[in-house]
């Protein structure tokens, strides 16, 4: 214990050293995390009073010469494992529980709702590009975490999981990240915190490619899909040329995973470059009316919009390198195209999106559409890409997805000019 002790003073010093933000502790010592986060040594330590000062030294260096936060140990005693985390970018002690995957990673995750054993609906929420498990499902114009109405919420007895996927967040990156990657973490999460055999899973923007992944690779585990902004993926045979000739961003995209493939490296100092000549903005993405509308630009005055797209986290060669595997993985090539599944209306899949969304058209989901007519469609008529920040379509969302309720405003007219 007394070795215990002075290994974990030692690698705390050298984590200080390095500068590095955060760290994990194991142990299947429960005597030196109590000694770490205990007042006073429990009976077993008395006769260890060198291992009780040396955990609690190794404690204290951490909080003065990495953060200043009351961190702590955590002894999970099924698994044996001790996780210690540090405060990363702005996550309280509440926002960061965590599990270990068979792979070793840890996945980051948050609970909300109603609690999980009293629940009717459970529901994993999948984060978009630059986002994390702090995403805003929101139902009003509060600058909070769980903006659908809790009356709502308690009404229906909803279980909502939200989790940071690789890379983001707290949770560790994976170096090999695919589009069944990101399954499998979706079933070891929902598994290891034992959420029943089925649940229902609502994908936001290019969250939607783990989605779509767990519709192909896992569908009797899925009680229902909801889309949201869903990106698509320019690859998909059954996309029609002319339109993805006539969307720039498929050109964009086109250029983005050759020069991910071959020059990783050019990439992130070109991202740097480019950055240079831009106004000085919180986000590199935010002022930028090309990719949203009207009603986009009045959400990001009241959100936290994409902290990972400043120029400051762009700069951060681990930031970069979860954004470019994200979006490899989500444009490259697939096993599969939508229209390859099998969806009845027992499936209950539900899309929803923006008529005005300039990141994705509107056409090309009423492409994906006309090939898999038994998904429920819902558009709304002057929505950007940011409708999930929409006052009223997170609970509009969830009556759709969980009731089957549906509102005739976002009921579009499929036989309009494409």
């Not at 009045?298 to 400051?312: C, D, I, S």
Request: proline fraction near 5%.
């Amino acid at each position: 214990l007394v070795a215990e002790g002075l290994a974990l003073k030692e690698a705390v010093a050298t984590c200080s050293s390095h500068g590095v933000k955060e760290a994990v502790f194991e142990s299947d010592s429960s005597q030196l995390i109590s000694a770490v986060n205990g007042d006073n040594p429990p009976l077993e330590l008395e006769r260890n009073e060198e291992a009780d000062l040396v955990a609690k030294n190794a404690l204290k260096l951490y909080e003065q010469e990495i953060f200043d936060h009351s961190d702590r140990f955590v002894f999970l005693p099924d698994s044996r494992q001790v996780i210690f985390s540090s405060g990363l970018m702005g996550d309280s002690s509440e926002n960061s529980k965590r599990v270990k995957l068979s792979d070793g990673r840890f996945l980051a995750y948050r609970e909300s709702g109603v609690p999980k054993e009293e629940a009717k609906y459970k529901i994993i929420l999948v984060h978009g590009f630059g986002s994390s498990k702090d995403m805003n499902f929101s139902a009003s114009k509060k600058p909070d975490l769980d903006f659908v109405s809790q009356e709502l919420i308690q009404e229906l007895g909803v279980y909502l999981l939200f989790y940071d996927r690789s890379g983001y967040g707290k949770s560790d990156s994976n170096a090999k990240r695919s589009l069944k990657s990101e399954v499998n973490d979706i079933v070891e999460l929902a598994d290891q915190l034992e959420i029943g055999p089925k649940f229902y899973l609502i994908g936001l923007s290019m969250g939607s490619y783990p989605t779509w992944g767990c519709l192909k690779h896992i569908p009797r585990r899925l009680s229902g899909v909801a889309f949201v902004a869903p990106v698509v993926n320019y690859l998909w045979p059954s996309l029609p040329n002319e339109l993805i000739k006539e969307d720039y961003m498929g050109g964009l995209i086109e250029w983005g995973l050759r020069i991910s493939k071959f020059a990783p490296r050019l990439l992130h100092w070109l991202v740097i470059l480019i950055q240079k000549v831009l106004p000085s903005t919180s986000s590199v993405l935010e002022s930028k009316q090309v990719y949203f509308n009207s009603h986009d630009m009045e959400v990001l005055k009241r959100t936290t919009g994409f902290p990972m797209f400043t120029k400051e986290k762009l700069r951060e060669r681990d930031v970069f390198d979860t954004l470019r595997d994200d979006f490899v993985a989500c444009f490259g090539q697939w096993d599969f195209e939508p229209e390859d599944l099998s969806i009845t209306q027992e499936s209950n899949v539900h899309i929803w999106h923006g008529k005005e969304d300039k990141v994705v058209p509107f056409q090309l989901q009423r492409c994906v559409l006309q090939k898999q007519p038994l998904i429920n469609y819902h558009e709304i008529p002057q929505g950007g890409h940011l409708i999930v920040h929409y006052d009223g379509t997170c609970d509009a969302v969830l009556r759709a997805l969980l009731l089957g309720e549906e509102q005739k405003l976002y009921k579009p007219v499929l036989d309009e000019t494409m």
